[in-house]
């Protein structure tokens, strides 16, 4: 119950730290919803759900093709370790959130859909990221896998989706201390689970 929770507490905390993050996707969140309301960039915010299954669907059919996959899979830990200390450290060098407003045009969800899947962002986490820790769920039980999921695309849509209402109301929000700070101690958070990616990588590779 303990390893269950654990994969539930990962997917909150990457979830989270991955929705209010700076990427295309927020930026297109934070445009639609400055330029036709919060409901637009709602509809921006869910498109993961539309995007992620294919995109899960084929890096787990990727790494499912090594008959031994340990080695691989210390590889991306490592390289995803790497990745996480420069989420870090970019989220400790955030001052300001700059949204450039482009031209009105309305197909919110498409958009959102377009951006995302061409994005290199869920690309680099799944294979980085998720896809270690979900082979790690599988081998606890499917229960853990679940959990894993449904907390990261909780946290990941529904964080973008208050951003998007609060910006919606209020654009002062994005400029607050509160937002900068939130984001400058996701650093923190990225930094733990970058050790924690070290050290799987190292244990299947025997060097630690």
Do not use: C
Not at 71 to 78: G, K, N, Q
């Amino acid at each position: 119950m303990v390893l269950i929770n654990e994969f539930l507490m990962s997917g909150i905390f990457l979830g989270f730290a991955s929705g209010i993050s700076p990427g295309p996707l927020m930026a297109m969140t934070i445009s639609e919803s400055l330029q036709h309301g919060s409901r637009a960039g709602i509809k921006v915010a869910v498109s993961p759900f539309v995007t992620d299954i294919l995109i899960v669907s084929i890096i787990l059919l990727f790494l499912l093709e090594f008959d031994n996959y340990d080695p691989f899979i210390a590889t991306i830990s490592l390289a995803g370790s790497l990745y996480l200390i420069y989420l870090g450290i970019s989220s400790f060098r955030t001052e300001s959130i700059d949204i450039d407003i482009g031209t009105i045009r309305e197909n919110s969800l498409k958009k959102g859909i377009v951006v995302n899947f061409f994005s290199p962002h869920p690309y680099l986490f799944w294979i980085a990221i998720g896809g270690p820790i979900l082979f790690n769920a599988q081998e606890t039980s499917i229960f853990s896998t679940i959990l894993f999921v449904a907390g990261f695309y909780a946290l990941l849509v529904g964080s973008k989706i208050i951003i998007a209402m609060m910006v919606g109301r209020s654009r002062s929000f994005l400029k607050s201390n509160y937002y900068l700070y939130t984001i400058r101690l996701l650093g923190l958070v990225y930094m733990v689970f970058a050790f924690y990616f070290l050290k799987q990588g190292l244990e299947l590779l025997n060097l630690y």
